[in-house]
């Protein structure tokens, strides 16, 4: 009684994952709520019933609300509802969007969600807790609950050297539409378009998104680098060599000259593009159509690469639910030496990759001749990267200086200037804003691919009947959407990492189970072939007797000789015992975890008790020898 009402805010997290701590990222967050927030946890009790795994899942939840409660000086309210079907708690949990599952042939739904509301009626939902992403339970919770406590429309600057959001082809043709990366963006940001001269980056741009910035003027690096040290975001995209350029008429198909770079805004970011090289990987390589030799061959495009779970850091929230990701003659990023910023791959090639030269695929590359030479460097290459850390600025001078008139190529150089020549541009006014190191942790996301984010790599877009169908064959869309959305969070959200998950399986009887199987199933094989041999040879024994297709046209019985009889007679025999055989091996696959658990039940249910029995006996007949009156011998005579 004591504990349930002095110490029910008192909490010990003894699990190896830290499940039920919050991190500091959102404790901080929490403590900077400023009018009261109202979140609903929706939990059918039917579903936690039929299935306990939802049951642990929902427990755990309903804790971890209840520690942001506690954290959050009485700035959230937690309501828990079971929304029982036909009731109007059923109807407000419909109306909140919360996704219902059908657990019965009568239409009988359940839900698992959760919604959120603040004093502005902005209302966020998470329609349906999803078991596979439980240990992004701390993020998804943070996330809506950030979203609640700003509920201001965010922002995103685009700033591309690439038609992405649609280019005019000329005056008879028709114009090129955005690409399918512009419109997802679309769909859950305010994009605004910005120009590659900008000076200055508006405040109210929440993240910038650069892509293939080539030949940059020194006042827009300027702006870009003083936009992250005063605490903004970007998404950056870069490339040794954009496809994407070679395929549009222009100076760059001309020259191939494709390759983008922030130069020494990298630098002082710590990160740095390998100049004139390619990441090439020979198992993550996507199948083309080839010609040689007049032919057409499906072969390994090694510049061209599918990349999947194991190149993707499933322990960042950004690629944790990214499938796959197409990139095409992509770069490679490294950390700077000396960066003072931590250097954190997202997407990296395989084991089994190669630098390969930039000019080796600029022109009519050769997959064939690729795949040939292509030898291993034995090192995975990255290819994404997250930046986060204190930075100094680029421009330790301040806002750079206009740059001088161009001299006229005509005049002669030994001539004098004419008095009444241009003056030279006077000095740039000193920048009041300008800081030379950020006060806080930057937060930037390189990727050494623009080809990426280009249809053709990604996505196929079909006309029917008069709309577009659009059918993704990777997530690189997903991967922007992503990673805007993920900067646009506050710097404790951005900091927050997958978490281990409740359900922890008995790792010894899946190993058991596992060992148990693979003998299983090749005895099995072994035993299911010699009994198809056997059932064969008894066929064909059954099929040579000179009088079997008379007997059977007749309707009668095969004449059998007598050889022929016990032959068949010793094969039936090894019939029914391979079936017995493998119907023990069948048996035997849970005789090991039987034994495991009669085990574990004796040391649990009868060892221990034994075991304190025992100490219990030991330390009674010591108290009683202690306490055994000691006998003394009286003198003689004495009474």
């Known amino acids: 009684v004591i504990a349930n009402q002095r110490l029910s805010s008192f909490r010990i997290d003894l699990t190896a994952d830290r499940l039920y701590t919050l991190s500091q990222g959102t404790r901080t967050l929490l403590s900077k709520i400023d009018e009261p927030i109202n979140l609903r946890l929706y939990v059918s009790e039917r579903l936690t019933q039929e299935i306990p795994s939802y049951g642990v899942f929902a427990t755990r939840i309903r804790e971890m609300l209840q520690e942001y409660q506690n954290d959050s000086r009485g700035r959230l309210r937690l309501e828990l509802i079971d929304p029982k079907p036909f009731t109007d708690e059923e109807d407000r949990a419909v109306a909140s969007g919360l996704q219902g599952v059908p657990v019965s042939q009568g239409g009988d739904m359940v839900y698992f969600g959760l919604a959120g509301t603040n004093t502005a009626d902005k209302e966020e939902v998470i329609p349906f807790f999803q078991p596979d992403r439980e240990q992004f339970l701390e993020y998804d919770l943070t996330k809506l609950v950030y979203n609640l406590a700003t509920p201001k429309k965010k922002t995103v600057g685009l700033m591309a050297g690439l038609p992405i959001a649609g280019e005019l082809r000329g005056m008879n043709a028709p114009p090129a539409p955005p690409w399918q990366v512009n419109n997802m963006l ?48 970007a998404l950056v995209f870069v490339d040794p060599h954009a496809e994407g350029e070679m395929t549009r008429p222009g100076l760059a198909a001309q020259t191939g000259l494709t390759a983008s770079t922030l130069g020494k805004v990298f630098d002082s970011w710590g990160v740095e593009l390998v100049e004139g090289k390619i990441a090439a990987d020979r198992r993550a390589a996507r199948r083309v159509n080839a010609t040689s030799g007049g032919r057409v061959n499906v072969v390994d495009y090694v510049s061209w690469l599918r990349l999947e779970a194991a190149n993707l850091d499933r322990g960042d929230i950004l690629t944790a639910t990214i499938g796959a990701i197409h990139v095409a003659s992509a770069g490679i990023l490294r950390p700077k030496a000396g960066a003072t910023t931590e250097f954190m791959p997202l997407i990296k090639t395989g084991s089994d990759a190669q630098a390969i030269d930039v000019e080796k695929v600029k022109f009519s590359p050769d997959p064939s001749a690729l795949l040939a030479a292509f030898k291993s460097d034995g090192t995975p290459y990255t290819i994404a990267a997250r930046l986060r850390g204190k930075a100094k600025t680029a421009f330790p001078d301040g806002r750079p200086a206009d740059p001088p008139p161009a001299a006229d190529p005509t005049a002669d150089p030994a001539a004098e200037k004419p008095a009444d020549a241009p003056a030279a541009p006077p000095a740039p006014a000193p920048d009041p804003n300008f800081v030379a190191e950020s006060r806080d942790p930057i937060n930037v996301i390189v990727v050494a691919d623009t080809d990426m984010l280009e249809d053709r790599f990604w996505v196929q877009v079909q006309d029917f009947f008069g709309q577009q169908v659009v059918t993704p064959n990777a997530n690189n869309g997903d991967f922007v959407v992503n990673a805007v959305d993920n900067l646009l969070g506050s710097n404790e959200l951005i900091g927050l990492r997958s978490r281990g998950q409740v359900a922890r399986p008995f790792g010894l009887v899946q190993d058991i189970q596992r060992d148990a199987e693979l003998q299983f199933r090749a005895k099995e094989r072994e035993l299911t072939e010699k009994l198809r041999d ?76 034994l075991v304190v029995a025992f100490v219990a006996v030991l330390v009674g007949l010591a108290r009683m020898r202690r306490r055994r009156p000691v006998r003394t011998m009286a003198p003689q005579g004495a009474e």
Request: avoid cysteine; charge should be negative.
């Open 534 to 609: 056997t059932e064969r040879k008894l066929s064909d024994l059954q099929s040579q007797s000179p009088d079997t297709g008379a007997a059977a046209a007749a309707g009668g019985r095969a004449i059998l000789t007598r050889e022929q009889q016990e032959a068949i007679d010793q094969f039936r025999g090894e019939l029914l015992s391979i079936r017995k055989q493998l119907r023990d091996v069948q048996q035997n696959l849970r005789r090991d975890i039987d034994s495991l658990q009669t085990e574990l039940k004796f040391l649990n249910i009868g060892a221990i008790p």
């Open 186 to 233: 679309g769909q859950f940001f305010d994009v605004r378009l910005l120009e590659q001269t900008v000076t200055e980056i508006p405040a109210e741009i929440g993240v910038l998104v650069v892509v293939h910035p080539k030949s940059l003027s020194e006042k827009t690096l300027y702006a870009i680098d003083q936009y992250v040290l005063h605490g903004g975001r």
